[in-house]
Structures are given as C-alpha cells and as structure tokens.
C-alpha cells in the first residue's frame, strides 16, 4: 500500500508544488486547509476565502482529496493571546514561530494522524536529516528563502515523521514548477508580514487590542524631540514611523534611531545617527529550545546563529546555563537585538534550535 502523506496546504505556490512533488514520488497525498484567523480586512474581504478557492483548484488539478478545518479558537488562544501579551511588555513578538509549534507542527499534526497519515508535510524551505536514529531539522538549498528560524521551537518529536519536499529546491524552481503543471498559484503572490494582520495598517490593528497612549519621544541624554503613539507600537533600531525629521535650526540631518524603550514610563529613546548604544556584544535568551540533543550546560560552543529571519548567519559562542536559557557572545557586533524575537543557533547544516531574546548585552 501507499505511504498516505497529509499536506497542509495554505493556498499559495509552494505547498502546491509541494503537494505536487510528493504525488509525483509515488504517496497518497491528502491536502488540509487551515482556517486560523475569523476576521476580514479594512476592505471587508477574508483572506481564507480566496487561499481556499486555490486549495480547490490545486485539487482539483492534482486529483487529490483535501478538507478544510476551523482552527482558529485555537490560533487564538495559543497564539495570538501571546502575541498581544508580548506587545503589552513592550516587546517584539514572531508569531509565525509559535504558530509552527502550536498549529501546524501541533493540532494539524494530531489531526493528520486521525486522518491515517503515515507523514505530516508543509510547503516550508527546511529539510530533514535522520542519523543514528534521531532526527534533525536542517537549512534548505534556497538560503535566502530558508524558514529554519521560523521552525527554531518545534521538537524532535513533532518532526520525525515530516517531510520537507522543497528541502533541495530554489524559489524559482519551484515556481517553473508550478507554471509547467498549469498549477493555479503558479504565479500567485506570496503571502508577505503577519497573516492575521494582511494588508491593512499594523498600528491600526494593534490598537483594537492595546489602546494608544501618547508619550514622549527623548534623547539619551534625554532632551525630549517629539512625542509617539505609544510605546508598544515601535520596534528597536526603527528608522521611520516615528514622526522625527530633522530637528529645527539643526545643521545635523542624519536620519533619528530607536535605541530603547521604557515601557513603565511610556518613554521612546532615540539618537540621531546609528549611537553605540545600537550595538551589542551578546544576549541572553528566556528558556532555550534544543530541537534535537540539548548542548551540556555551563560548556561553551562555536556555533552560526542567526536573530531575524533573511539575516546572513553570525559567528559567535554559546553557554547553555543551568536554568534552561542560554548566552550567546557574538564574534562581531549586532546591530538592534530586539527582545521578543528570537535567536536561533545553527552546527553546519542542523538548525540546534532556538530562544526567545530576554536582554541585549553591551560590554
């Protein structure tokens, strides 16, 4: 019999082809739309309608069966109550990561399996490596498109039976892939941002959840220069949204830096030109995710990582400690580590795993 393989498919190109590939390789592929946010944009229009109708004509092209499930509550509850509570702290939150832990590497997966699959499969640009035995999450071909940093909190377990089709495959591969089987969202746009926000306005959106409240915007050595929206609303190293031009009678033009924020006082510090204060020689991470063999605590380890996704891998060390967080020393500066978002560590090819940033160190 057939290896039976459950696709999540999301409407767009590469769980498509994704799809595709796998039918190719001989599976019996069925395909399962997620329903993870109610709400329609500023114009009126859900998003899910339209990802659905291309999951049809995806399907329909493939002949292959595909459902549909409301997860929604639980995207929700799981993360985007999360999200929100970060935001609160006056922190920068990356729900794209806990979704792939909570939804699609957690209520999907449990789903698929009451559907008989023999493997869970996604469009994502990460592959698969099995050795003596365990199983280990490793960088895609396509570097600039990887989503490792996006996977960086699943476990071992979630992953075992996973397979990653466009592991080996380069963004432009996959889309010719897709024109020459006359798929539907060959030429579709991707998805871009955070998926419950779409198009309209980020401030706007938040402020349905965390009212605005004016404060003062403040240099280091705290002349104040301006005022903003509230804190929660702004993210470290920011460049524009701020409202801060050049400041009047100044000879000085250079373009104004967020450098911190002060969330208790709802005061946003700033520096014109990129201040030293911008730059950090290491971090410390809340809990610390090993996907696979958690490193011995207290011992150091060469290690890439990487803080945001697209970031061309760092060099630097890290110290797993005792309390399950980890200290990560940079061999060179980093430019606006941002608490809430996360750090993810890569030996070689294997993606060890990732934390959420608690604190930037500067020596």
């Excluded at 190719?24 to 109610?38: A, D, R, S, T």
């Excluded at 009451?114 to 099995?130: N, P, R, S, V």
Aim: proline share 3%; charged share 25%; hydrophobic share 35%.
């Amino acid at each position: 019999m057939k290896k039976r393989v459950v696709v999540g498919l999301s409407g767009g190109v590469d769980s498509s082809v994704a799809a595709l590939l796998l039918k190719q390789q001989g599976y019996e592929v069925i395909g399962l739309f997620m329903k993870n946010w109610e709400e329609t944009d500023d114009d009126g229009v859900c998003p899910a309608v339209d990802d659905f109708e291309y999951v049809k004509r995806v399907g329909a092209a493939l002949d292959i069966p595909y459902y549909t499930v409301n997860l929604s509550k639980q995207y929700y509850d799981n993360v985007f109550a999360h999200f929100v509570e970060e935001y609160k702290k006056g922190r920068t939150p990356n729900p794209d990561v806990l979704c792939n832990r909570e939804i699609k590497f957690g209520y999907f997966k449990t789903l698929a399996m009451k559907l008989g699959a023999d493997y869970i499969a996604t469009g994502h640009y990460a592959g698969i490596k099995k050795t003596d035995g365990r199983t280990y999450l490793v960088r895609a071909k396509d570097e600039n498109k990887c989503q490792t940093y996006f996977l960086n909190q699943v476990t071992e377990e979630q992953i075992q039976n996973a397979i990653f089709p466009l592991q080996n495959l380069l963004k432009s591969q996959v889309r010719e892939i897709a024109q020459e089987h006359n798929l539907a969202t060959a030429k579709k746009k991707d998805s871009t941002g955070i998926c419950f926000i779409g198009e309209r306005d980020f401030r706007k959106f938040l402020s349905n959840y965390i009212p605005m409240k004016e404060g003062e915007i403040k240099t280091l050595d705290g002349k104040t220069v301006g005022t903003h929206k509230g804190v929660f609303y702004y993210t470290i190293g920011q460049r524009k949204g701020f409202g801060l031009g050049g400041q009047k009678g100044e000879e000085n033009q250079k373009p104004w830096f967020i450098i911190k924020k002060d969330v208790e006082k709802n005061i946003l510090y700033v520096s014109q030109g990129e201040a030293q204060e911008l730059f950090s020689d290491e971090l410390i991470t809340e809990k610390f995710n090993f996907i696979t063999q958690p490193l011995p605590v207290g011992e150091s380890k060469e290690i890439m990582f990487r803080i945001r996704h697209r970031q061309p891998l760092q060099k630097g060390t890290v110290i797993p400690r005792e309390d399950g967080s980890a200290r990560v020393i940079f061999e060179n500066k980093q430019r606006a580590v941002t608490e809430g978002q996360y750090c993810v560590l890569y030996d070689g090819e294997i993606c060890l795993g990732g934390g959420v940033i608690s604190k930037a160190v500067i020596q």
